[in-house]
């Protein structure tokens, strides 16, 4: 199943995000000549650190706050919030065009902002401890000021987005936040359901991860002042991307340990939430086995002992349910690629697709 994110022009209202569903399981086939978007040995890192480092410059400036033990909580979970895939791609689709570099700064700080504030309060419903192998603020503060936390990041990174005197950013940075509050919505209202759909999971994890990585590359394209058609294939390249990301993640949630996450190996799985690779394994399991009904019932958090978890965790690494997830996402990144030929400069092209490949190659 692939899920495109759709968003009418500037001149219509609302700006809303919209769904296309195919169960083709092929990359959508683009118009235009084609060129080359493979990707050389590139470090996408080191290729973007100065830009890198003053996005987190304005974010840290942001995130201050006026209570010197809260504000250095908050400013080391801002200065370890991860890799800045979504600032890159904001500015990276930016510099394609024509860029703009301090309006991208700004609007790219606002989206690390947005997602280090989802993470707050992610970490505080799944009663999180580490994150990435540091404390989470919820496990040094209480629930109430986690959220107030969380709400404060959340309108200091509105008020970056407003920041860039663009009326379209604001609206897609709106857009964006009610997609990612609709994706975490349905994650708690799924929980502890084993008997899920590929359409529920996936309308799930496009507004959780990837409608924040089709916003980041979407405003990125309008403030490069890219042609609209283009704008919107941007959009659909981040959302590719970022479902492809996510994927990854559920991949890489029931193979790796904490060693290499910072949390214990199948920890969705733990607390109740049903991913792609637990889908597919659990759908090629007889009705009646003995597996699926232990399986049901640690989804269901009837069975908690560890034990048994870590059991269900080797039978899901040997079934080939993760090479299949991962087969699933290497779909999304194969239109991602496809669709980086509407990007005019070959340079930035081949940032760009190095994205696709560290997002598929990464195992943390």
């Not at 860029?99 to 419903?125: F, K, N, Q, R, Y």
């Not at 990612?180 to 349905?186: A, K, M, N, T």
């Amino acid at each position: 199943m692939r899920l495109t994110g759709i968003r009418k022009t500037p001149d219509t209202t609302p700006d809303v995000c919209c769904f296309s569903h195919s169960f083709s399981g092929k990359a959508g086939s683009h118009d235009g000549a084609m060129v080359n978007i493979q990707t050389p040995s590139i470090d996408l890192f080191l290729e973007m650190q100065d830009e890198l480092r003053l996005v987190e410059e304005r974010a840290v400036k942001s995130a201050t706050i006026d209570l010197p033990v809260v504000s250095s909580l908050v400013t080391g979970i801002v200065k370890n919030s991860g890799k800045r895939f979504r600032p890159i791609l904001l500015l990276l689709a930016a510099r394609a065009f024509s860029p703009d570099l301090p309006t991208a700064i700004t609007a790219a700080a606002g989206i690390e902002l947005l997602h280090t504030a989802s993470l707050v309060h992610d970490d505080d419903i799944d009663n999180a401890d580490l994150r990435r192998g540091q404390p989470t603020l919820n496990s040094q503060l209480s629930s109430g000021a986690v959220i107030l936390i969380g709400d404060f990041l959340f309108a200091q990174s509105a008020m970056l987005a407003a920041a860039t005197n663009s009326t379209r950013i604001v609206s897609i940075f709106a857009s964006t936040l009610g997609e990612i509050c609709d994706g975490q919505l349905r994650e708690v209202m799924h929980a502890r359901q084993l008997d899920q759909d590929r359409v529920d999971y996936d309308r799930r994890i496009w507004g959780k991860t990837a409608s924040l990585f089709a916003g980041a590359a979407e405003m990125g394209a309008v403030i490069g002042n890219a042609p609209e058609p283009s704008i919107q294939e941007l959009r659909s390249f981040g959302g590719d991307l970022g479902m492809a990301f996510q994927i990854i993640d559920d991949v890489l949630d029931l193979r790796e340990g904490t060693q290499t996450l910072g949390k214990p190996a199948g920890n969705d799985l733990r607390q109740g939430i049903v991913t792609l690779p637990t889908m597919l394994f659990a759908a090629g399991l007889p009705k009646d086995s003995d597996t699926l009904l232990t399986l049901q019932g640690i989804v269901e958090g009837e069975i908690t002992d560890d034990a048994t978890i870590d059991d269900m965790i080797e039978k899901i690494r040997l079934s080939g349910a993760l090479e299949e997830a991962e087969r699933e996402a290497q779909v999304f990144a194969d239109s991602a690629r496809k669709r980086l030929e509407v990007v005019p400069d070959a340079a930035t092209r081949r940032l760009l697709a190095a994205t696709i490949d560290l997002t598929t190659g990464r195992n943390a």
